[in-house]
């Protein structure tokens, strides 16, 4: 069982990336924290589009999903909400089918391989993820890959530590997991980039303090607060968007 850690999308491909492996998407801020706690808060299907403009048309198609998402941190025009996982965690989403566009963290899904099993992983949900992650790759024998996320094609610290930490917990829990180079790498960024040293480093999270969104980041940094392991399900056949359902 081997554990590969991709720093960014554009990564996948340069290499031959396994349909096989179980993929763990990391966007720590601020996507994949928002979908554990959508999970968290009730939402029945989650769907995630690629574009704003995909969500849109998306959203006329099958009326009644609540549009949610960014652009460049901003709500875009007509949406009901934005990617902020602070708030999604005070609303009551119980039932809801809801469509989550951003800026990097959904369309790294769209970036690994159709049929792969596709993970949403963040500090918040670490334990979790990788518990799932482990579980099935033990059983099924399969390969384990990393994906950050990234910040606009660019390498983002704080997804690279995140993925540190789930390589580090895959490791204590499962010694037999063989790391690539790559994972040994983002333990050891993990390890030179603790918490409140990340924020000073981090250009995301200095982003989202010049948006006011401190409550934002101190959410994400939050380590194993979820149970929730957002899985996507399928591709809905009639809009192109992913279905993400709590594992
Ligand atoms: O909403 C976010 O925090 C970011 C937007 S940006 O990259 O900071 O402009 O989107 P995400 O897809 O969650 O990285």
Redesign the pocket.
Known sequence: MQLNIFFNPAELTLVEAPARDIYIVI?A??????LTVMCDAGAKQILIAQTIEQALSAAQSIPGRLLC?????QTPPGFDY???PALFANLDLMGRDLILT???????FFACPEHSTRLAGCFYNAEAVTAYALRIAREQQRNISIVC?A??GYF?LEDATCAGYLALTMQQRSPELQLHDNAHAAITLYEAYPFPKLIEYA??AR??IA?G?QR?LDFCLQKDGSDSVPTVIKREQETGLLLLQRA
Do not use: V
């Open positions: 966007d801020m601020r996507a994949t924290t928002t998402g960014e652009s460049h941190t934005g990617n902020s951003t800026s990097n963290g959904t369309r790294a996320a910040e606009y983002a250009q995301s982003d989202l948006i969104q934002d």
